[in-house]
């Protein structure tokens, strides 16, 4: 384990440019196998270790989902708002 409290288990680039990067929280995380990616189409998608997710389309929209479940989105989400 880190200093920042996480250890990294995986980064790179895939073949369409995409960049990933999966982080190991622990034990005491809600999701300790948390990860976030980074897509040429300037969307990007984040896992957090406390269990909520965080999606932005990279067109103005974003939509986020609390640790309990509950989904919040705004501006333009479109028709693919959910990964």
């Known amino acids: 384990m880190s200093g920042k409290g996480y250890s990294y288990k995986s980064h790179g680039t895939n073949s369409e440019g995409n960049h990933y990067c999966a982080r190991d929280y622990g034990s005491s ?19 957090n270790p406390n269990g909520s997710t ?26 693919s708002g959910k990964k």
């Open 54 to 79: 965080y999606y932005n389309n990279g067109n103005g929209g974003s939509t986020y989902t609390s640790p309990s479940g509950n989904t919040y989105s705004s501006g333009n989400s479109g028709s």
């Open 29 to 47: 995380a809600s999701n300790s196998n948390s990860y976030h990616y980074s897509n040429q189409d300037g969307s990007y998608y984040y896992s």
